[in-house]
């Protein structure tokens, strides 16, 4: 026979409860099992208040916000190539212009 790890009540054979917190081989009475349950929802329910403090969650504005920067630079980018490129061309086209006329 196994007992409960809490009151120490002599538990039968199909009787028990797997602790919530301590796992498989810690057995618990439908009592305690019940009070160990509420005072981990408690437990967590205290910790979900401060799940965000510790580390810094972003928010979707902030993510747009980012999205949209790096959008910007790739279309500056992109435009400073194609006037690099025209210019080439057109300084080529004034050098063939010249040479033409020389």
């Known amino acids: 026979m196994k007992e409960c790890v809490e009151c ?11 602790h919530p917190v301590m796992g498989k081989d810690h057995l618990l ?13 408690k437990y967590q329910e205290f910790l979900s208040q401060y799940n965000g403090f510790f ?18 630079k790739s279309i500056e980018k992109i435009q400073n190539r194609v006037r690099n490129i025209l210019t080439k061309k057109a300084s080529q086209n004034n050098n063939e212009v010249s040479f033409a006329f020389h």
């Open 8 to 18: 120490g009540k002599k538990l039968r054979i199909i009787e028990g409860y797997r």
């Open 29 to 41: 009475c439908k009592n305690c099992f019940d009070t160990v349950s509420a005072s981990v929802e």
């Open 55 to 72: 580390k810094k969650e972003t928010s979707v504005t902030e993510d747009i916000q980012k999205i949209e920067k790096n959008i910007v």
